[in-house]
């Protein structure tokens, strides 16, 4: 399934803009204005980075990803041997940090299946859950210069013998002071209806200010205007 979305020459791995920014509206049908192919300050979207390493590395029933750095268009990106704890990196900069324990799966099915899910869930947080979830607490992020960061995401598998799982969303945390805070979304996945794991995904927010009805339609209409238009190019 991600064959397209990045090159692999075996020791490491390069993700053009085309391909970073294919993958997002595509698969994960996220429209950040970050990934797009001629963004100023162009990023690889971080759940490509977490389905490149599932594609490379399987599945583990306890995995942590921790993002350190944006990545941008052609940075060579390091794929050292599995182990417990790794870095994927470009030198000695250090793009994410992957924790693993537990049994491992390289099942394409399962892994195709937990990347589709995930990415789906993760890519419509934005607006769909994040300005719900802050709107609940009077406040609203920028909407000139929306920054929220991806921080880490991590799941837990009670099993690892499963081929496709589904992904329910759980109950989601937001706490803030000030201009700074922190989003958290939970998530369940399921198989013939049974909890079999369960994960996190953790994100930084800036520029919090007092809700507003009228600016948070503006910012939503303007998000789907140009989701549809790109959508239908």
């Known amino acids: 399934m991600l064959e397209q979305y990045y090159q692999d020459f075996g020791s490491h791995v390069c993700i053009t803009r085309e391909q970073g920014s294919r993958f997002a509206k595509a698969v994960a049908d996220d429209f950040n204005p970050l990934h797009d192919v001629d963004a ?3 990023c690889v ?13 399987g599945i583990n029933q ?9 990545v ?18 470009d030198g000695d900069k250090c793009y994410l940090s992957v924790e693993r324990d537990g049994l491992n799966s390289k099942c394409k099915t399962l892994t ?4 589709r899910n995930y990415v789906e869930f993760s890519g419509k947080a934005f607006p769909h859950v994040v300005i719900p979830l802050m709107s609940k607490q009077g406040v609203m992020i ?17 099993k690892i013998d499963v081929q496709a799982p589904e992904l329910r969303e759980a109950e989601h945390e937001f706490t803030f002071e000030g201009k700074r805070g922190k989003i958290i979304l939970r998530f369940d996945l399921l198989e013939n209806g049974e909890v079999i794991g369960r994960g996190e995904k953790h994100m930084l927010v800036s520029g919090i200010r007092e809700y507003c ?3 948070v339609d503006a910012l939503i209409s303007g998000y789907n205007d140009k989701k549809a238009l790109l959508k239908s190019a």
Do not use: C, W
């Not at 979207?45 to 590395?57: N, Q, T, W």
């Not at 306890?62 to 750095?69: G, K, L, Q, V, Y």
């Open 40 to 42: 100023k300050k162009f």
């Open 142 to 158: 920028n909407p000139a210069r929306p920054m929220i960061i991806y921080e880490s995401m991590s799941i837990h598998l009670d």
């Open 213 to 215: 009805q009228d600016t």
């Open 112 to 115: 195709n299946a937990l990347i």
């Open 45 to 57: 979207p971080g759940d490509l980075l977490f389905s490149v390493v599932l594609d490379k590395y």
């Open 72 to 89: 941008d268009e052609g940075v060579k990106l390091g794929m050292p041997e599995g182990a417990a704890q790794f870095d994927i990196k």
């Open 62 to 70: 306890e995995m942590r990803f921790t993002f350190a750095s944006m």
